[in-house]
């Protein structure tokens, strides 16, 4: 939350004349920074500026001055925000009340295609979500998060007020149903828009209800393998906002419109780690799975798709067929499916043949063509960054191009929000920066709050804080970059053997391959199982999966030296490797791989480098 006080309050201090116009924009501009660690952008602060004077006067005229304004409003554990939510007390119970409002300074909406929850306006090339769905959206997020509305979430209602607005220019909104957690108000509506206001928030104080609200303890996450099975076999699990709403909704209109039309169209989401790629993916085949629609689920990683195998498809055999790998539409036939989703796109590589495949399937045809031609409406899901291996290609360009030389229609949706390490977009673009995968190389950590992030000069310090946090319950898993050779299991291996020596500290590596041993889980279910703890995970069997706690251990193949960091290819050990593998395309590869390790954590990340000068860099950097 960036500013909280009463309605008259906010219209005394910012707009009566007291303090200059513009006075809460630039508060809210300075608190905002300090949050998220950057600015916010001109239409952010022309929104401020227009929108909130507006409200704040539309409150006072109907007599609710003593209301509390929460404004933008952070919802929990994500870098999502509430323009305002509004506190205060039933005019009939006495209970705590709530509304959540999304401001609008829309003048025109327009329909996009047949689908009511989505909308098209001047200022976006994209569809966006109709603000009926985007605020009840907000409403399901925060009755499902804040413990406080826990046994009252009737307690919460949404409302969007689109106050430049007339109703004959944006009608089409109201074909989305309304309901008391999304309700539609536009500028000729005004006296209705107080009427209902003073329906739910009686002219009396607020602070009470907005300090039970502050103060209420955020639910855990839902983690997304431990709700995997009921989303795809039993009914939704996850709420889905704003952009997650819209690609969810696309691909749903996109199939709706190729089974009636004979259509074929190609949607490509992409956004960072924690934005929702997953979730979206698995409430994609959940709804299509339960309605029958052919659909399958498809990645490049054999970690996440045999994961997903056992927990979905657990004594079901048809969920577990739902998951394959994208070299297995070699020989589909073309829009034998209705949707492929193929999750993790990033790792899609030139072909799908290896030295297993028979010679009359070597066609050099490109792994991404086969993908597009096997579905009507084949969805890709990526983050550019995450690519990890050589030969791994997929792009949004390259997906762009394939759909192009076919004739189709490809539809880019970006993901800009944050849902794991807290909801911090602030440690996300933190570690973008520390790596130099963006912007101009490290910052000093600001701690905001969400997520936690800790550096430790030993690797017995690391392992033993999260030790610790293991007992109070949270799940934890130490990683490492690739600088370790493997030991080879024979049959007279008597326990894992510990590769990762770092002085007189040493642990095993995850098991290799598909088969437990010695008491640890196989490969693919080291970040899952509760036996994982106490191996090192490398990049391979963390990329797609998220614990509580993440510890990540940097080895030589990365670092500090002066004023840069410096990649040694010498120092990995990756087979994966090979003499031909260029220079840059390495450096590339191991700065994503700490991007994937640094990323994993729902909590928060304690770090240790193998380096002295690197851990002295990072102690300059992490208070």
Request: glycine fraction near 8%.
């Amino acid at each position: 939350m960036l500013f909280r006080e009463s309605v008259a309050s906010v219209a005394a201090r910012f707009f009566g004349g007291s303090i200059a116009e513009g006075a809460l924009a630039l508060i809210l501009a300075e608190n905002f920074l300090h949050a998220r660690g950057h600015r916010p952008s001109p239409s952010e602060i022309r929104s401020w500026e227009r929108s909130l004077p507006i409200l704040a006067n539309t409150l006072l005229e109907a007599g609710l001055g003593d209301v509390e304004m929460l404004i933008e409003y952070a919802l929990p554990l994500t870098s999502k925000r509430a323009d305002v939510i509004l506190a205060g007390v039933h005019p009939v119970t006495g209970e705590p009340s709530y509304m959540v409002v999304e401001l609008k300074q829309w003048s025109k909406a327009y329909p996009h295609g047949e689908d009511p929850r989505l909308c098209l306006i001047d200022s976006r090339s994209q569809p966006v979500l109709n603000p009926i769905e985007q605020v009840r959206g907000y409403c399901d997020y925060l009755t499902s998060f804040n413990g406080a509305l826990e046994h009252t979430p009737d307690s919460v209602g949404g409302v969007a007020f689109l106050h430049n607005a007339k109703d004959s220019e944006v009608r089409w909104l109201r074909e989305a149903t309304e309901d008391a957690q999304g309700r539609l108000f536009t500028q000729n509506q005004r006296g209705a828009f107080q009427n209902y206001l003073k329906s739910r928030l009686a002219s009396a104080s607020g602070a009470e209800a907005a300090d039970a609200l502050l103060q209420g303890p955020v639910r855990p996450s839902r983690q997304l393998m431990k709700v995997a099975s009921e989303e795809v076999r039993d009914r939704e699990q996850f709420v889905l906002l704003d952009e997650q709403k819209v690609a969810y909704e696309l691909v749903m209109s996109a199939v709706r419109t190729a089974r009636r039309a004979d259509h074929k169209q190609v949607i490509v989401v992409t956004g960072g780690p924690g934005s929702g790629k997953s979730v979206i993916a698995l409430s994609l085949l959940g709804e299509l799975y339960r309605n029958g629609v052919p659909a399958l689920h498809a990645t490049g990683s054999a970690s996440f798709t045999k994961t997903m195998r056992k927990i979905a498809g657990a004594r079901k055999t048809e969920v577990k067929k739902l998951f394959q790998y994208f070299n297995s539409f070699m020989e589909a036939e073309p829009n034998d499916l209705d949707v492929l989703i193929c999750d993790e796109a990033h790792r899609i590589r030139l072909t799908s043949a290896n030295r297993y495949t028979k010679a009359r399937l070597r066609t050099g045809r490109p792994q991404v063509a086969e993908l597009i031609d096997a579905a009507r409406v084949p969805v890709f899901l990526l983050d550019q960054h995450q690519v990890v291996r050589p030969g791994e290609m997929g792009t949004v360009e390259q997906i762009e191009q394939a759909a192009k030389a076919r004739g189709l229609t490809c539809t880019v949706v970006g993901l800009d929000s944050q849902f794991r390490c807290g909801g911090s977009d602030a440690y996300l673009r933190w570690v973008t920066h520390l790596l130099g995968l963006e912007g101009d190389g490290p910052n000093p950590w600001e701690p905001d709050g969400k997520v936690r992030l800790l550096t430790v000069d030993t690797p017995q310090e690391l392992e033993a804080f999260l030790t610790t946090r293991k007992a109070e319950g949270y799940s934890a898993r130490m990683a490492a970059g690739y600088c370790w050779k493997w030991s080879k299991i024979t049959s007279t291996t008597t326990g894992l053997p510990a590769d990762v020596v770092i002085g007189d500290w040493a642990r095993p590596w995850n098991v290799p391959g598909d088969r437990s041993l010695f008491g640890a889980p196989p490969a693919p279910l080291w970040a899952t199982e509760e036996a994982g703890f106490g191996q090192v995970g490398c990049v391979y069997t963390a990329q797609g999966f998220e614990y509580d706690w993440s510890g990540v251990i940097i080895g030589p193949d990365l670092v500090w030296r002066t004023d840069r960091w410096v990649v040694d290819r010498t120092a990995s050990k990756d087979p994966i490797f090979t003499k031909a593998t260029g220079d840059a395309d390495i450096d590339r590869l191991i700065r994503n791989t700490y991007k994937v390790l640094l990323t994993r954590g729902m909590v928060g990340t304690v770090v240790y480098s193998t380096d002295p000068e690197t851990r002295e860099r990072l102690r300059s950097l992490i208070p």
